[in-house]
């Protein structure tokens, strides 16, 4: 039922939400980061990570100092496992219906790639255990662009093993992104895997994309035509015109409060995805990035979007619901439920 009394930032906050663009290791909240860099072994990192957090993020390659940072802190499953169940206790908190995670399966100090990606996937599994009716997660496997093809090639036989050797686990997965510092690395080189992902594994792939000027990668990646994209803030009129003219349309995760942190956009009311695609009602979905880092919320982030962009209730309420059609789960009941839980909450009975 339509909640009367409540102004619509307040509506937005109790409505159940959708998340579909956040990165594990950014959604670590500042204050477990700072609790993870008073513990002995990190002492030799605390004074370079201080440093970095004492202003905040205020560009793209700040943040991207401060990710390796995160890893650090992260070097066992114990640990992993705790930041899993924090993160996931944070979106549960915003009324967030279903969520899709991704992680970048890396070796570490005490954990394989392989080990990481499992506990990334166990935990999500035991807080689904926990919360039989609570928020719906599932997992995206990220591919880094500023690291070798050979790691994403190894990635992508991890995730094929789980798959076939725990598929209580790899059913979780949902889904591939390709993420990484947009300065490095180039979109060419791992297409061909991304391809096979989703030829071989069925897999559908999301793309982080015009995070910084490079219409050449954008043309191939459209061209590439991935099942979603991610940011979409920096490119000519040339290659929005493509992405508003290509069919069938290519749903965008818009993450408002990272872009302006890290300088992609001066001013929200600048952003072209708000500008452009959503009069049209593309697809979008509204989504928090690194929550973490850049100390937001979903509901901060419809808050951002509502500020600049007001808009009725209904509008609101078919924004949000629009995001579950671009959600990768294929699993019907699991969906429905979730559809169920949101109209239930946005519509009068
Ligand atoms: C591109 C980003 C990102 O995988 O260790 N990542 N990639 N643009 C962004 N916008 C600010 N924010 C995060 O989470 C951290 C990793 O996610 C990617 C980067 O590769 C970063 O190392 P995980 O859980």
Same mark, same amino acid.
């Given at each position: 039922?339509?909640?009367?009394?409540?102004?619509?930032?307040?509506?937005?906050?109790?409505?159940?939400?959708?998340?579909?663009?956040?990165?594990?290791?950014?959604?670590? #909240?500042?204050?477990?980061?700072? $609790?993870?860099?008073? $513990?002995?072994?990190?002492?030799?990192?605390?004074?370079?990570?201080?440093?970095?957090?004492?202003?905040?993020?205020?560009?793209?390659?700040?943040?991207?100092?401060?990710? =390796?940072?995160?890893?650090?802190?992260? =070097?066992?499953?114990?640990?992993?496992?705790?930041?899993?169940?924090?993160?996931?206790?944070?979106?549960?908190?915003?009324?967030?219906?279903?969520?899709?995670?991704?992680?970048?399966?890396?070796?570490?100090?005490?954990?394989?790639?392989?080990?990481?990606?499992?506990?990334?996937?166990?935990?999500?599994?035991?807080?689904?255990?926990?919360? /039989?009716?609570?928020?719906?997660?599932?997992?995206?496997?990220?591919?880094?662009?500023?690291?070798?093809?050979?790691?994403?090639?190894?990635?992508?036989?991890?995730?094929?093993?789980? #798959?076939?050797?725990?598929?209580?686990?790899?059913?979780?997965?949902?889904?591939?992104?390709?993420?990484?510092?947009? %300065?490095?690395?180039?979109?060419?080189?791992?297409?061909?895997?991304?391809?096979?992902?989703?030829?071989?594994?069925?897999?559908?792939?999301?793309?982080?994309?015009?995070?910084?000027?490079?219409?050449?990668?954008?043309?191939?990646?459209?061209?590439?035509?991935?099942?979603?994209?991610?940011?979409?803030?920096?490119?000519?009129?040339?290659?929005?015109?493509?992405?508003? $003219?290509?069919? /069938?349309?290519? &749903?965008?995760?818009?993450?408002?409060?990272?872009?302006?942190?890290?300088?992609?956009?001066?001013?929200?009311?600048?952003?072209?995805?708000?500008?452009?695609?959503?009069?049209?009602?593309?697809?979008?979905?509204?989504?928090?990035?690194?929550?973490?880092?850049?100390?937001?919320?979903?509901?901060?982030?419809? &808050?951002?979007?509502?500020?600049?962009?007001?808009?009725?209730?209904?509008?609101?309420?078919?924004?949000?619901?629009?995001?579950?059609?671009?959600?990768?789960?294929?699993?019907? %009941?699991?969906?429905?439920?979730?559809?169920?839980?949101?109209? $239930?909450?946005?519509?009068?009975?």
């Amino acid at each position: 039922m339509l909640r009367e009394g409540l102004d619509i930032p307040q509506w937005v906050k109790v409505i159940p939400k959708v998340e579909l663009h956040a990165h594990l290791s950014g959604s670590v #909240r500042l204050r477990t980061i700072r $609790k993870l860099l008073q $513990k002995p072994e990190n002492v030799s990192i605390l004074q370079d990570a201080e440093s970095l957090l004492e202003g905040g993020i205020k560009s793209l390659e700040q943040g991207f100092r401060l990710f =390796p940072i995160i890893h650090q802190l992260i =070097p066992d499953s114990e640990t992993l496992r705790m930041v899993v169940q924090d993160v996931l206790n944070d979106f549960a908190e915003e009324n967030t219906a279903y969520i899709e995670l991704r992680t970048t399966p890396r070796d570490s100090r005490n954990m394989s790639a392989e080990e990481y990606l499992k506990t990334v996937l166990q935990g999500v599994s035991e807080y689904m255990s926990a919360h /039989p009716t609570g928020m719906v997660c599932r997992v995206l496997v990220s591919i880094c662009r500023h690291q070798s093809t050979e790691v994403a090639r190894d990635i992508a036989h991890i995730v094929e093993r789980i #798959r076939t050797l725990r598929p209580d686990l790899g059913g979780l997965i949902v889904g591939f992104d390709f993420s990484g510092n947009p %300065n490095r690395g180039q979109w060419e080189d791992f297409e061909p895997i991304l391809r096979k992902v989703r030829t071989e594994l069925g897999l559908p792939i999301t793309v982080h994309f015009a995070e910084v000027l490079n219409d050449k990668e954008c043309m191939q990646i459209l061209n590439f035509k991935p099942e979603r994209i991610g940011h979409a803030v920096i490119m000519s009129d040339l290659v929005l015109e493509r992405l508003m $003219k290509q069919e /069938p349309p290519i &749903g965008v995760e818009v993450c408002l409060t990272s872009n302006m942190l890290t300088n992609s956009v001066s001013h929200l009311t600048e952003h072209p995805v708000l500008n452009h695609l959503l009069p049209g009602n593309h697809p979008i979905c509204i989504c928090t990035d690194d929550a973490g880092i850049f100390d937001t919320s979903l509901s901060e982030e419809y &808050g951002q979007l509502l500020r600049y962009f007001p808009m009725s209730r209904d509008d609101t309420a078919r924004l949000a619901m629009g995001a579950l059609d671009l959600a990768f789960c294929e699993d019907e %009941n699991v969906m429905a439920t979730v559809r169920k839980r949101m109209m $239930k909450a946005m519509k009068p009975p």
